[in-house]
Structures are given as structure tokens and as C-alpha cells.
């Protein structure tokens, strides 16, 4: 790898304020270690996606859920009473702790800072069994706030869904998804069953919605070859190939692997720049 | 960032060669990328037409500093693959090395 890469590398950290992020460094040459496994056409496409990747610490979900909760029509709020709060996961997943249950607890904390919401009453429930029993009765002043940090291809959300409509009281209109991200498939979905949903950033794929013929053939096939790195990849292109550039609290398996999975070169295995652990 | 290390950081962005040389003298990622932005602000280095080169101050930085810092002797700039090395053998003896072991 040569000086001018790692300054192109730099530069894109620099200016993401990735720099200001805890463990930058260790990012930033894990990233270089790979770069410097790549030919000069791979790791040029590992750059682009680098400067199109989003990096979202811990430390920065606070703001970005109140920023999301306030986001929401305060015609929509005034006639709210009560708001009921569910991780998204899916049914057998309960029992897990999941991305949906740190939102969850985040927001116990972040209720007192939010103005817009004085008068409602916030309510947890993280079984199925609960909600989905008819004892759970919700109506024209009750929504139930769906949570999670990203939504990925969909596949999540909707089984979360199919589940909560086994009890008849919920309706599409009672549901409300807060995610600090979501991927462009996932909100397809919602727009289709008519639910709302609130979100900070909505990405694309990283690849096939960015390139347009040849030039798209040419960067799959870069990746599947950047991908043959990989010791015992299983998920190409990231999971249901949902092509996802982002990290969060921890890196969703919808991101390309390049990013998360260790890498192997020769003998040596290198560390990846956002791994999963 | 000392003498030494700016004088191989300049050398290495001359001969647009690899990084190695830098890591191998201690140099991290990190300090080369924030080196090279120094070298940048003072004047040193471009980034013109989407390469780092030296600029004239640069080349004349590099000369100066190669007279005390370049190593003529090629037992200092060549460095031996010690890793490469195996135990000597007899003559006669054929050797074998494992597929698996080969790292070029």
C-alpha cells in the first residue's frame, strides 16, 4: 500500500469526524491492514464504500432518539394517552438480549427530556405472550412503539409484526417504528402494510443501488473477489445481500463481511475494521 | 516525528513505494496518515492529480536530510528474510517446502 492511500483513507476519517470516535485507531489500521491485502481496483472499491459507510457510536443514540422522537406529528401525540414499548425481534428471539431491548432501555431514561410527550404514560412489554393476549387492549389513544436501532432487509420488523396482528385489538394504525436507521427494503415494506415509521437515516444498497451497468458488474465482481479473503464467508454481500455500509452499537450482519469478518492473507488472519465479535 | 522517520516517509512518497519500509521501523498507520497531513501543512507535499507527491521544498528537504540518513551499505538496505531461512542441508538432499508454508 502506498502513502497516497492512506491519506485518501485518512482524509475520509477526518472529515466523518470518525477521528473524534473511541477506537478509531484501531479502525483505521485494520482497515489499512486489509488495504494493504487488496489490488489497487479492490481497494479502490473499498474506499468508495468507505467514504458511503456510516459509523454510529453508543454515545450517539441519545441524541438521535430524541432527535427521531420528536420527529413524530404532534397531531399524532395529542391524541395519544398512553404508549406501549416493544423491542423488534423475532418471536424466536425472544428471550435474547437484542439491539431492540437497548432502545428500549435507552428510552426510560430519555422520557423526562421529552417535551412533547408530557401527559402520555410509557409502557414496557418485551414477551409476545403479553402482548398478544387479549387481555392487551388498545385503542384510539394507545400506539405501540416498535424499537430498534436498525432495520435491515425486513425480514425482522415483519415477523415482529405478523406476530403482534395475532392479537385482532392491533391494527396497523396502532404501530409506530422507531429506528435510529433503516435500509431502504425495510421501509418499502412499511409504506405497502400502511405503518409509520421514524427514522434518522434511511440507506441503500451499497453496491447495486449506486452503479449503474457496466460499471455495477464490474464493482460485484471486485467484491467477490475481495470476498474469497474471507474464511468461511456465509453471508455474501451481507445477510439476504441486503449490500448494508453501516455500523452501529455493534456491526448488523446486513453490512458486506469485508467489513465485520476477519480476513485471511497467506497464513496470517487480520482483524476486521468493525468486527462483530 | 524525528529525522529518521521523515526522511523515510519523503524517500517512500518519492519513489511512490510501499508503505512497509515506514511499519517496519515502527512507524503505525495512524502516524504515517498524520505525518504525511504535517508534511502537507508544511509545505513538503501535494496532493496533486490524486497523487502525493513531494513538492520542491520537498525534494530539497529529502536531499539534505539523505546525506546524513541514507543507508549506502546493502547490508542495512537490504534486509534479510530471516523468516525465509531454514537450517543448511546437505548437497545431495532434496528439498521439499510445504505448500502451506509458502507466503509468496
Same mark, same amino acid.
Given at each position: ?277 | ?9 519523503l524517500d517512500v512518497i518519492s519513489r511512490n513505494g510501499s508503505v512497509k519500509i515506514l511499519t517496519r521501523n515502527g512507524i503505525d498507520f495512524n502516524e504515517i496518515a498524520i505525518q504525511t497531513n504535517n508534511a502537507i501543512s508544511e509545505g513538503l507535499v501535494i496532493n ?6 513531494? #513538492?520542491? &521544498? ?5 536531499? $539534505? +536530510?539523505?546525506?546524513?540518513?541514507? %543507508? #549506502?551499505? &546493502? ?5 534479510? $528474510? +530471516?523468516?525465509?531461512?531454514?537450517? %543448511?542441508?546437505? &548437497? ?13
Amino acid at each position: 500500500m502506498d502513502i497516497t492511500t492512506i491519506t485518501k483513507l485518512y482524509t475520509i476519517f477526518n472529515d466523518k469526524k470518525w477521528t473524534d470516535k473511541d477506537g478509531n485507531k484501531s479502525v483505521f489500521t485494520n482497515f489499512c491492514n486489509l488495504l494493504s491485502n487488496l489490488s489497487e481496483n479492490q481497494g479502490q472499491l473499498i474506499i468508495d464504500l468507505v467514504e458511503r459507510y456510516t459509523w454510529i457510536t453508543l454515545s450517539e443514540y441519545q441524541a438521535r432518539l430524541i432527535n427521531i422522537l420528536d420527529s413524530i406529528e404532534q397531531e399524532k401525540l395529542d391524541k395519544l394517552k398512553k404508549i406501549t414499548l416493544f423491542p423488534i425481534m423475532k418471536p424466536e428471539d425472544e428471550g435474547k438480549t437484542k439491539s431492540g431491548h437497548t432502545i428500549l432501555y435507552m428510552l426510560r431514561a430519555i422520557k423526562p427530556l421529552l417535551t412533547k410527550y408530557k401527559g402520555i404514560e410509557f409502557a414496557e412489554i418485551e414477551s409476545y405472550e403479553k402482548i398478544t393476549s387479549d387481555h392487551f387492549k388498545v385503542n384510539d389513544t394507545d400506539s405501540i412503539f416498535l424499537l430498534d436501532d436498525y432495520l435491515g432487509s425486513g425480514e425482522t420488523i415483519e415477523a415482529t409484526i405478523i406476530e403482534l396482528f395475532k392479537n385482532r385489538n392491533i391494527k396497523p394504525i396502532h404501530l409506530n417504528i422507531i429506528s435510529i436507521a433503516a435500509q431502504f427494503e425495510s421501509t418499502e415494506f412499511l409504506n405497502s402494510i400502511g405503518v409509520a415509521y421514524y427514522t434518522n437515516l434511511i440507506t441503500r444498497k451499497g453496491i447495486t443501488d449506486y452503479y449503474v451497468s457496466p460499471a455495477l458488474e464490474e464493482k460485484i465482481q471486485i467484491m467477490e473477489e475481495i470476498e474469497k479473503l474471507i474464511p468461511a464467508n456465509h453471508f455474501s454481500f451481507g445477510y439476504n445481500q441486503s449490500e448494508a455500509l453501516i455500523t452501529l452499537m455493534r456491526t448488523p450482519d446486513n453490512t458486506f463481511p469485508i467489513f465485520w469478518k476477519e480476513h485471511k492473507k497467506g497464513n496470517e488472519i487480520y482483524e476486521a475494521p468493525f468486527s462483530r465479535y | 516525528m524525528n529525522e529518521n522517520n521523515l526522511y523515510l516517509l519523503l524517500d517512500v512518497i518519492s519513489r511512490n513505494g510501499s508503505v512497509k519500509i515506514l511499519t517496519r521501523n515502527g512507524i503505525d498507520f495512524n502516524e504515517i496518515a498524520i505525518q504525511t497531513n504535517n508534511a502537507i501543512s508544511e509545505g513538503l507535499v501535494i496532493n496533486s492529480d490524486k497523487r502525493i507527491v513531494l #513538492t520542491d &521544498k520537498g525534494v530539497e528537504v529529502l536531499k $539534505h +536530510l539523505a546525506l546524513k540518513y541514507k %543507508k #549506502t551499505n &546493502k547490508d542495512e538496505w537490504i534486509e534479510r $528474510h +530471516l523468516k525465509s531461512q531454514i537450517r %543448511k542441508i546437505d &548437497k545431495n538432499s532434496i528439498f521439499l517446502p510445504r505448500q502451506n508454508e509458502l507466503t509468496f
